[in-house]
């Protein structure tokens, strides 16, 4: 159901079950958060690909799987989710999550994309909230992550209408940070891991970590937050003259590219 590959330091995850378009059942879910928890715990690991085998990223759940699947993964999933303190469809985690769309992400696999940091699309992706046509009520952080993505009079047309988004528009609309053509798509999402991979683990860790919690709060909370976290790493982590080293080559690599 999943492959997984480490490669200079960016772990892939690629659900493979193409026959079924890559859909959820609630083990395959569980399977999906172990194997992020094992990879996101890994030294070897500082960024994680998330994809699909063609020609689907993820068609949602597979609906006649969940009515006949055996309770005991029903009951594991929940007392997993329960245990690891899910939120949408992943575990919480540090290491940033590329998600590299490479067809239809539907409904529960709109959700599974919505938990990756961020998005990038082949040109061949597409995007639907489809809960309110088939009459299920979304559970997996819809309602909050795809405004925050989009904004809310987008979110809800999509959701009110069931209506899919191609890859231009989900470009426009701020859903993915790039399109790229479909036989690029993973070595583009390979190239941004291993950039990140670039960074010292604990630094890139430290501002996700920061962006998770600001996330969480708004206005002046926000900000005297972000100030107490940004003392406590400069109080502890702050080395002058390596950030100066780093910056000039920072600068050198910056006049090499133009």
């Not at 759940?61 to 245990?83: K, M, S």
């Not at 070595?187 to 604990?202: F, Y």
Request: charged share 25%; net charge negative; aromatic share 4%.
């Amino acid at each position: 159901m999943l492959d997984i590959e480490i490669t200079n330091s960016v772990a892939c995850i690629t659900l493979n079950r193409p026959e079924k378009r890559n859909a959820l059942t609630v083990a395959i879910v569980a399977q999906i958060g172990r194997a992020l928890k094992e990879v996101d715990e890994s030294d070897e690991v500082s960024a994680i690909i998330l994809t699909g085998v063609d020609p689907a990223f993820c068609a949602g759940f597979d609906l006649h799987g969940i009515a006949t699947e055996d309770p005991i993964p029903q009951r594991d999933r929940q007392e997993y989710g329960e245990v690891e303190n899910i939120r949408g469809l992943l575990p919480n985690h540090v290491t940033p999550i590329i998600g590299a769309i490479n067809g239809a992400a539907v409904t529960g696999g709109l959700e599974l994309a919505l938990g990756c940091d961020f998005l990038i699309a082949s040109e061949r992706a597409r995007f639907a909230d489809t809960h309110a046509r088939v009459g299920l009520m979304p559970g997996g952080g819809i309602t909050i992550r795809l405004p925050e993505r989009i904004g809310i009079s987008r979110a809800r047309q999509m959701s009110f209408t069931g209506d899919f988004i191609d890859a231009p528009t989900a470009l426009s609309w701020g859903l993915v940070n790039e399109v790229v053509p479909h036989e690029d798509l993973l070595a583009r999402a390979q190239s941004l891991g291993e950039s990140i991979a670039s960074i010292p683990r604990k630094n890139v860790r430290e501002i996700r970590s920061m962006y998770a919690e600001m996330g969480e709060i708004s206005g002046s909370e926000a900000y005297a937050t972000e100030l107490r976290l940004a003392r406590s790493w400069m109080a502890q982590q702050f080395d002058a003259k390596r950030l100066e080293k780093e910056a000039a080559n920072i600068i050198d690599r910056g006049s090499a590219q133009q």
